[in-house]
């Protein structure tokens, strides 16, 4: 449990962490897309979908590999992980793109100015939107 009056977060275990600014981070759900559910299973093979750490480190590996990359979805997780591959087009190592139905990154958690703003960030990252 948090008690933020006194800024502690109480753990199962007993054990209490004082704390200066207290993020709750509740995770998410990847979502799949629709239209992969009735692809070939050559094209499923060259996609990969992000739900643990594990994932990331198979992307590495495929990407050593490719010319370009595409991420779908434009939430935080998507947005993260294309600025993180956008290093890699910075070096000319990989094209990289992002796709996503909403007008801007985020767009469907923050107000359009900041959505427009973040979109802006993510192309200063070497990503193509």
């Known amino acids: 449990s948090i008690d933020a009056e006194n800024q502690?977060?109480?753990?199962?275990?007993?054990?209490?962490?004082?704390?200066?600014?207290?993020l709750l981070?509740?995770?998410?759900k990847p979502k799949n897309l629709a239209?992969?559910?009735?692809?070939?299973e050559d094209v499923m093979e060259k996609v990969t979908l992000f739900r643990k750490v594990e994932d990331f480190h198979n992307l590495d590996s495929i990407l050593k590999k490719s010319k370009s990359v595409t991420v779908f979805g434009g939430g935080f997780l998507?947005?993260?992980?294309?600025?993180?591959?956008?290093?890699?087009?910075?070096?000319?190592?990989?094209e990289v793109n992002q796709a996503?139905?909403?007008?801007?990154?985020?767009?469907?958690?923050?107000?359009?100015?900041?959505?427009?703003?973040?979109?802006?960030?993510?192309?200063?990252?070497g990503v193509n939107i």
């Open 8 to 22: 502690i977060a109480h753990l199962e275990d007993g054990a209490k962490i004082k704390y200066g600014k207290c």
């Open 25 to 28: 981070a509740t995770g998410g």
């Open 35 to 40: 239209v992969l559910s009735n692809v070939p």
């Open 78 to 94: 998507g947005s993260e992980l294309a600025c993180a591959l956008g290093q890699r087009a910075k070096l000319g190592l990989l």
């Open 100 to 125: 996503f139905q909403e007008a801007g990154n985020m767009a469907k958690v923050l107000p359009d100015y900041l959505s427009e703003w973040t979109t802006e960030k993510v192309k200063s990252e």
